[in-house]
């Protein structure tokens, strides 16, 4: 009877899902599940998303890139309005 040696896996190739040299990927079923779960937080965060119906991904994404657009908006007007007040502080004092 011969004995054959096993091949040992390195702590390196268990974490990474290495192993017999390829690389093994997560079942399409995970992946849809995890997006479709982000793809709801979404929904959530942005405030002018509808909640109350089922949105397709295309208008989920429009939704998410207009509230990026209101929030750029924002951050813009808050810097022209403190640039202002800098201004009319320095115009007061002289």
């Given at each position: 009877?011969?004995?054959?040696?096993?091949?040992?896996?390195?702590?390196?190739?268990?974490?990474?899902?290495?192993m017999?040299?390829?690389?093994?990927?997560?079942?399409?079923?995970t992946?849809?599940?995890?997006?479709?779960?982000?793809?709801?937080?979404?929904?959530?965060?942005?405030?002018?998303?509808?909640?109350?119906?089922?949105?397709?991904?295309?208008?989920?994404?429009?939704?998410?890139?207009?509230?990026?657009?209101?929030?750029?908006?924002?951050?813009?007007?808050?810097?022209?309005?403190?640039?202002?007040?800098?201004?009319?502080?320095?115009?007061?004092?002289?």
């Amino acid at each position: 009877m011969k004995m054959r040696a096993q091949r040992c896996v390195s702590p390196v190739q268990a974490v990474m899902g290495v192993m017999d040299g390829k690389v093994h990927k997560a079942p399409p079923k995970t992946e849809g599940a995890e997006v479709l779960m982000y793809m709801e937080r979404l929904q959530h965060l942005v405030p002018f998303c509808p909640k109350d119906r089922p949105v397709t991904k295309l208008e989920l994404i429009q939704s998410v890139i207009d509230y990026i657009y209101d929030l750029e908006d924002a951050l813009s007007s808050c810097g022209e309005d403190s640039s202002s007040e800098e201004e009319m502080e320095c115009v007061e004092s002289s």
